[in-house]
């Protein structure tokens, strides 16, 4: 078989190695002659595109270390924040009941101005109300000269009266226990009639006629005839108002939060002051309402 003269065989090779020498001794025959800078121009423009690709991926490596390290520099200024957070959030729990007592010790403070009258300031240390007879216990006993049925008042309204006096401690019976009674009066007709308690946050007038018309919503005030607290002190709202035989059964929410309450100030025995209600009474206040 006959070989091609210019096939990939050993006389092809050698042709196309000629070949290529004698292009090669052309080409540097024809761009010798010139300027040494043409040699320096092509390698130039043969080296640009790997120069310019080297430039590029040198700034992304760059961009990239950057956004690593300012990644970093946030996360760890975000786990700072966040336990500057967690540390403000436990103090301001550990500091809430103390805000709370202080705030209630300034309204205290100002209702015990507007009540010319001797009192005597109390903490409540025990609060049951919700357990069967339960009630609340407060931090003054007979060392503080209290006696029973002395009154007791916290700024929202009246709280109940004093039931048992020790040494250094008293147990206090709420407004809504069962077996408290207190005087109380409507505030438009003012009616009067006696507050009994039904339970937790709640109470219901008696002995008030048919004939007289009560409104939900109306204050309720105390009357004075017991000759516990005086009259004139808010005790409640209405919150149901149904026909009962010859009376009306009136239903009361109370206006002191006695689940939340720590500072009351009590009564001396028997007061003698006339607190003079508001003439024209205001509604219960959104929260009071009854059904909400």
Do not use: C
């Amino acid at each position: 078989m006959r070989q091609r003269a210019w096939g990939w065989n050993p006389a092809g090779r050698r042709r196309w190695a000629m070949a290529i020498l004698l292009l090669g001794h052309l080409l540097w025959m024809a761009l010798g002659r010139g300027a040494s800078s043409r040699w320096q121009r092509l390698a130039n423009l043969l080296a640009s595109p790997p120069r310019a690709a080297s430039a590029q991926w040198e700034a992304w490596k760059a961009n990239r270390r950057e956004k690593v390290s300012t990644l970093r520099q946030a996360q760890t200024d975000l786990l700072a924040l966040r336990a500057q957070v967690t540390q403000l959030l436990t103090a301001r729990a550990a500091e809430a009941p103390r805000v709370a007592e202080a705030d209630e010790a300034i309204r205290l403070l100002g209702l015990k101005r507007l009540l010319p009258m001797e009192f005597r300031a109390a903490r409540v240390i025990v609060n049951v109300r919700k357990a069967p007879f339960g009630g609340m216990i407060v931090d003054q006993g007979e060392d503080a000269g209290l006696r029973p049925d002395q009154g007791v008042i916290a700024p929202e309204g009246v709280v109940g009266r004093l039931w048992d006096v020790g040494a250094t401690q008293s147990s206090l019976l709420p407004l809504d226990s069962y077996n408290a009674s207190t005087g109380v009066m409507l505030a438009r007709s003012r009616a009067t009639g006696v507050l009994q308690g039904l339970g937790p946050g709640k109470a219901a007038i008696r002995y008030i006629g048919n004939q007289e018309v009560v409104q939900v919503g109306e204050p309720v005030f105390t009357s004075g005839l017991d000759r516990v607290f005086p009259r004139g002190l808010l005790v409640g709202y209405v919150s149901a108002v149904q026909p009962h035989d010859v009376e009306l059964h009136v239903e009361v929410i109370l206006a002191a939060p006695l689940d939340r309450i720590s500072l009351v100030l009590i009564l001396p025995a028997h007061p003698q002051m006339e607190i003079q209600p508001p003439a024209v009474p205001a509604q219960a206040p959104p929260g009071k309402q009854a059904g909400k």
